[in-house]
Nanobody, 123 residues
Framework: QVQLVESGGGLVQAGGSLRLSCAASGRTFSSYTMGWFRQAPGKERQFIAYITGSGASTAYADSVNGRFTISRSNVQNKLYLQMNSLKPEDTAVYYC????????????????WGQGTQVTVSS
């Protein structure tokens, strides 16, 4: 089992940056593809990015490609999301998640989820 705890959310002005972290428990962190998702009020959970267990492969949603960067440390059991050039439409609760299925951007492929961290971007 994997337990995930996100941190790093907050309030930032448009154009600013934030770095989200996700701390994972367990000894098998490197065997999981890790993803970031977000959910705004009244909207479905949206894929943001994933990174495979080794870190060799990443993928991004079109809406964040070129602005967000996903990374991981399998030594520290941590996942990161560097968010630059933030826009008001990036406002949402951000979740990290773990999956044994590689290369997936579907929420249902992810079996473990964190509690989420709020990101609010003001205009």
């Amino acid at each position: 089992q994997v337990q995930l705890v996100e941190s790093g959310g907050g309030l930032v002005q448009a154009g600013g940056s934030l770095r989200l972290s996700c701390a994972a428990s367990g000894r098998t962190f490197s065997s999981y593809t890790m993803g970031w998702f977000r959910q705004a009020p009244g909207k479905e959970r949206q894929f943001i990015a994933y990174i495979t267990g080794s870190g060799a492969s990443t993928a991004y949603a079109d809406s964040v490609n070129g602005r967000f960067t996903i990374s991981r440390s399998n030594v520290q059991n941590k996942l990161y999301l560097q968010m630059n050039s933030l826009k008001p439409e990036d406002t949402a609760v951000y979740y990290c998640a773990a999956s044994k299925i590689p290369y997936s951007n579907y929420p249902r492929s992810y079996e473990y989820w964190g509690q989420g961290t709020q990101v609010t971007v003001s205009s």
